[in-house]
């Protein structure tokens, strides 16, 4: 996700003197908003490509023509601690200061509570090009408000239903869904579609051993959507926030590797995910329009190296698979495959 900061810098290098003529004191309001969504929302839009890729195949075999593997899984993503926060002082900002600081460490989506608090350095003058149901001239104090607080969560789990059915050409094909669901305050929803197609078979005559390494490509893609829930930030006659909504669409391209020894299998898998970031925040006010318009004309793609290792155990008619993705966050994937 693009970096506020380094966005308004830029501006700020090349265009000083007549944006600084241009803005007015609400458009500064929202430009110091969105430094603090910048930095309470990315970590949670950079998580979702590890949340979103998980778990789509835990074999390189894949299914025989027309067979059919249908699995619930439980999904976690471990945040570490070097997410939970980050850094601003009042140098960041054009017209809001913190209250009795100059600097603090404030909570992202998946931090703690802050004991921070904010105020205006001077009141906001109401001008005609700001676009909102006030007369020009009008003057609103920024009065004291609270920083926003995160959900405090190290971890965050929920399901999802997944079926993916063999094709001809040794090809799989996966779909998976988890319709709203609300778990400790947090909205989770995801919808995608994932393919495998074997290489094993182009490696000189390919033989049937079950046991046999076995290699595929796979590319997914997904649709992940959360709303992370909190107490609401109230900026006095001006805004109240009280949800950040992340999307994410998702693309997913690795190479795996798999090896059978009887009833168990290990696996292991490369790859790359690209996600193209949307988000906005839920709340009320005059100044929620225009902070989402910012948002949303400064949604960004970004690309993720990740890497996946895990196993199956196998029975009669179903398997267990567990799968740990590494990258900048710690993901882990549980599910029950019956195989029909």
Known sequence: MKNLKYFFGLSAIFMASSVNAQQTDLDLLVDDLLVL?????????????????AGWFTSAKSLEKWKVDVSLHAN???????????SLN???????????????????????????????????VIEESDNVPLPAGTEIPISTFNAIDGIDK????????????????????GFRALPALDIDGSEFSTYGVGLKH???????RRRARQDDLEVAAIVAYDIFDVKYAF????????????QIDVNAGVWMAEIMASKRYESFEIFGALGAAQSDFEYEFGGSGLGLRLVNNEISRLNDSQAQFKGDIGFNLYF??????????????V?????????L
Do not use: C, W
Request: net charge negative; hydrophobic share 40%; no cysteine.
């Open 76 to 86: 976690a993503i471990f945040v570490p601690s070097s997410k939970k926060e980050y």
């Open 90 to 124: 009042n140098n960041d900002f054009g017209i809001i200061q913190f209250v009795g600081e100059d600097r603090g460490l404030l909570p992202t989506a998946f931090g703690k509570d802050s004991e921070f608090q904010f105020q205006g350095s001077r009141n906001i």
């Open 331 to 339: 993901n882990l994937n549980v599910g029950l495959h019956f195989l």
């Open 316 to 329: 009669n008619s179903f398997k267990v698979s567990t799968m740990a993705t590494a990258g900048k966050y």
């Open 231 to 242: 107490d609401p930030v109230d900026v006095p006659n001006i805004l109240q926030l009280n």
């Open 198 to 204: 074997s290489l094993s078979q182009y490696f000189g």
């Open 37 to 53: 969504a910048d930095g309470f929302a990315s970590p949670a839009a950079e998580s979702a490509a590890y949340q979103a890729t």
């Open 154 to 173: 190290g971890a965050l789990a929920y399901p999802f239903a997944q079926v993916s059915v063999g094709l001809p050409l040794n090809t799989q094909i």
